[in-house]
């Protein structure tokens, strides 16, 4: 299994642009989430699924989109990405909502400038 | 939006010094975990947590639910180089988790 796998690891957008973050897991987990982390701010919530066709709110949630149409896939689109979306994303998933393991990938940093 | 307090927020350790960190909450969690993440790398996870008053080991890691559901700590033993990373506690309620702002932890030889 290769657990959890995020593309692409490193981006640089302009602002105003808009691009999706890939996440796509082999587990047959049904729970999956993003997650922000900025310094000194721990991670944050963004978006979550507990299954396909299926997603809600975080905690901090403006600004992006996610869709879940399969049980492997959540990606994560920013309509028009500003500095202040400048953070690590991370995608993670769990067997299900309640479940305590979450298997985190690898993180995908983002710049905008 | 809501972030527990985790302290302290960075520590120098001589290695085979015990190692205690901690987090409390405002609010009340059905459990709390602990993470360490590497530069680079997402987080892992060391314990998990389930029950107030729960006392956990993992090697050398124990962690404690606080009796009132609001606080936990996790204390690291005789730590050897490659506990050095960023140590996240985080609370589960529903199907949320709400992360603390880590703990960095630095050992010398």
């Known amino acids: 299994n290769a657990g959890v796998t995020q593309t692409p690891k490193f981006q640089v957008l302009k602002t105003g642009q808009s691009m999706t973050l890939q996440c796509a897991q082999d587990?047959?987990?049904?729970?999956m989430s993003w997650y922000r982390q900025d310094p000194g701010m721990g991670l944050r919530l963004i978006h979550y699924?507990?299954?396909?066709?299926?997603?809600d709110q975080g905690e901090v949630p403006n600004g992006y989109n996610v869709s879940r149409s399969t049980t492997e896939d959540f990606p994560l689109r920013l309509l028009s990405a500003a500095p202040s979306q400048t953070s690590v994303y991370f995608c993670?998933?769990?067997?299900?909502?309640?479940?305590?393991?979450?298997?985190f990938g690898p993180g995908t940093r983002l710049t905008v400038t | 939006g809501q972030q527990l307090n985790q302290s302290p927020q960075s520590m120098f350790i001589q290695e085979g010094e015990d190692v205690s960190m901690n987090c409390t909450s405002s609010?009340?969690?059905?459990?709390w975990l602990w993470y360490k993440q590497d530069p680079g790398e997402g987080p892992v996870l060391l314990i998990a947590?389930?029950?107030?008053?729960e006392l956990t080991s993992n090697g050398r890691l124990t962690a404690q639910f606080g009796i009132t559901r609001k606080d936990s700590f996790l204390n690291i033993s005789a730590s050897i180089p490659s506990d050095v990373g960023i140590y996240f506690c985080?609370?589960?309620?529903?199907?949320?988790?709400?992360f603390g702002t880590g703990t960095r932890l630095q050992v010398t030889l």
């Open positions: 993670a998933s769990s067997l299900t909502g309640d479940s305590y393991e979450q298997y």
């Open positions: 587990m047959n987990h049904e729970y």
């Open positions: 699924s507990v299954g396909a066709g299926i997603t």
């Open positions: 609010s009340i969690f059905n459990t």
């Open positions: 947590l389930y029950k107030a008053g």
């Open positions: 985080a609370g589960q309620l529903a199907s949320k988790l709400t």
